[in-house]
Nanobody, 118 residues
């Protein structure tokens, strides 16, 4: 299974970006999908995740109400819509796939840089 993330960039505070992550080599609907991020000098942290059937989504408190995770089974793609971006959202964002009924994310994308300026 391979994950390819894209959509990062540089925006001003208050702006929006949409990250995409294409999953190949596996059946998309068999995986719970998540987004994580890592800022310079910090550990990787959870951002958002959705269950394998898309029925539920969960968010870190820091992004709740601003970010939305969604999936498109036909395109084998998971998205992270990021609105009202803040400088503290600056990080490398990673998508990850968790096989159904497992609690560990086995597959990771390469990361895409998001930079938010004040």
């Amino acid at each position: 299974v391979q994950l390819q993330a894209s959509g990062g960039g540089s925006v001003q505070a208050g702006g929006s970006l949409r990250l995409s992550c294409v999953v190949s080599g596996g059946t998309f609907s068999n995986y719970g999908m998540g987004w994580f991020r890592q800022a310079p000098g910090k550990e990787r942290e959870f951002v958002a995740r959705m269950t394998w059937n898309g029925a539920s989504a969960y968010y870190a408190d820091s992004v709740k109400g601003r970010f939305t995770i969604s999936g498109d089974n036909a395109k084998n793609t998971v998205y992270l819509q990021m609105n009202s971006l803040k400088p503290e959202d600056t990080a490398v964002y990673y998508c990850a796939a968790r096989p159904m009924f497992k609690t560990v994310y086995d597959y990771w994308g390469q990361g895409t840089q998001v930079t938010v300026s004040s």
